[in-house]
């Protein structure tokens, strides 16, 4: 009785959501303006990577028209009635849902940069895996709000909920671990320069997941150890951290190029065959055909 007591507090309800959905709002709009450049930039880029980008920004789309939408009934329409607080609208269930699906898009990319950097499966099946469970978990949040329509159940499932997000920062940590990994073993070479690139690329890959990673962990802390939905407001930012680190990478493309176009040095990247003459290496962060940072040809 005294958690759901403590839930009508509003600071740590609607003014927790109030601050994470303006702040989304905010990052959604540096998505829109990344998502312009990327199309601008990248036109020869496959047809598969446009339509995933594109993807992402329409699930971005719903994602923040469900929070805008879920934030106007709670504060206007039943303004005055703390008791819809706990009784959460369907818009909310369906921003959960928007997560789940940029989760699941976000991390296959990032997992599949790690499949093309080892020339292996194995990461990339178990991230998927990861996936498939967390987008499972976020699927079973949102049905168990819809079915009881109060906000107090989820201190019931709490098992759920703390499995969910952890799942989330166990693929983070999986592909920027893989990544990492992958990266430190190309750069076994003599070339100054060479190392100097493979430690900007190792530091762009932390980049990437150090901030969805650092969300995970602040709403796992905030949900284990208050009963209010401060964790929510994180939560609803976390999924606008997700699309634009995928962004950035793709669109930092074009600034490595130009770092990389003149007296590039050759890389030994340890291969298995080392009789071969010549030894073509590419380093790609996208499409395995098109998006090339890197061609070395070793003779």
Same mark, same amino acid.
């Given at each position: 009785?005294? !958690?759901?007591?403590?839930?009508?507090?509003?600071?740590?309800?609607?003014?927790?959501?109030?601050?994470?959905?303006?702040?989304?709002? /905010?990052?959604?709009? =540096?998505?829109?303006? +990344?998502?312009?450049?990327?199309?601008?930039?990248?036109?020869?880029?496959?047809?598969?990577?446009?339509?995933?980008? $594109?993807?992402?920004?329409?699930?971005?789309?719903?994602?923040?028209?469900?929070?805008?939408?879920?934030?106007?009934?709670?504060?206007?329409?039943?303004?005055? +009635?703390?008791?819809?607080? *706990?009784?959460?609208?369907?818009?909310?269930?369906?921003? =959960?849902?928007?997560? !789940? *699906?940029?989760y699941t898009?976000?991390?296959? /990319?990032?997992?599949?940069?790690?499949?093309?950097?080892?020339?292996?499966?194995?990461?990339?099946?178990?991230?998927?895996?990861?996936?498939?469970?967390?987008?499972?978990?976020?699927?079973?949040?949102?049905?168990?709000?819809?079915?009881?329509?109060?906000?107090?159940?989820?201190?019931?499932?709490?098992?759920?909920?703390?499995?969910?997000?952890?799942?989330?920062?166990?693929?983070?940590?999986?592909i920027t !671990?893989?990544?990492?990994?992958?990266?430190?073993k190309m750069?076994?070479?003599?070339?100054?320069?060479?190392?100097?690139?493979?430690?900007?690329?190792?530091?762009?890959?932390?980049?990437?997941?150090?901030?969805?990673?650092?969300?995970?962990?602040?709403?796992?802390?905030?949900?284990?150890?208050?009963?209010?939905?401060?964790?929510?407001?994180? /939560?609803?930012?976390?999924?606008?951290?997700?699309?634009?680190?995928?962004?950035?990478? *793709?669109?930092?493309?074009?600034?490595?190029?130009?770092?990389?176009?003149?007296?590039?040095?050759?890389?030994?990247? $340890?291969?298995?065959?080392?009789?071969?003459?010549?030894?073509?290496?590419? =380093?790609?962060?996208?499409?395995?055909?098109? +998006?090339?940072?890197?061609?070395?040809?070793?003779?």
């Amino acid at each position: 009785m005294s !958690a759901i007591i403590y839930l009508f507090d509003l600071n740590g309800n609607l003014g927790a959501l109030e601050i994470g959905i303006v702040l989304g709002v /905010f990052l959604f709009g =540096i998505e829109t303006l +990344q998502t312009f450049n990327y199309y601008k930039r990248f036109p020869k880029d496959s047809k598969l990577l446009k339509a995933a980008v $594109g993807f992402v920004w329409v699930l971005e789309l719903g994602h923040t028209i469900s929070a805008l939408h879920a934030l106007y009934l709670q504060t206007i329409t039943f303004y005055g +009635q703390p008791s819809h607080v *706990l009784s959460p609208p369907f818009s909310e269930q369906t921003t =959960i849902l928007f997560s !789940a *699906l940029i989760y699941t898009v976000v991390q296959t /990319f990032f997992a599949n940069r790690v499949r093309v950097l080892s020339g292996q499966w194995y990461t990339m099946a178990l991230a998927c895996v990861l996936g498939l469970m967390r987008f499972v978990g976020h699927v079973w949040i949102a049905a168990v709000l819809l079915k009881y329509v109060r906000v107090t159940v989820v201190l019931e499932w709490r098992w759920l909920v703390t499995t969910s997000l952890s799942l989330d920062l166990s693929v983070d940590i999986l592909i920027t !671990a893989s990544l990492c990994f992958c990266l430190w073993k190309m750069r076994s070479c003599e070339s100054k320069r060479t190392r100097s690139m493979v430690d900007t690329l190792i530091l762009w890959a932390i980049e990437s997941t150090i901030l969805t990673s650092a969300g995970s962990v602040i709403q796992i802390i905030l949900f284990m150890t208050r009963t209010d939905l401060t964790w929510a407001g994180v /939560f609803v930012v976390q999924s606008k951290l997700f699309s634009n680190a995928m962004l950035a990478s *793709l669109n930092g493309r074009e600034r490595f190029r130009e770092c990389t176009t003149v007296n590039v040095s050759d890389i030994d990247f $340890g291969s298995t065959r080392p009789s071969r003459k010549a030894e073509t290496v590419a =380093i790609s962060f996208g499409d395995v055909r098109n +998006q090339r940072l890197l061609d070395v040809e070793r003779k």
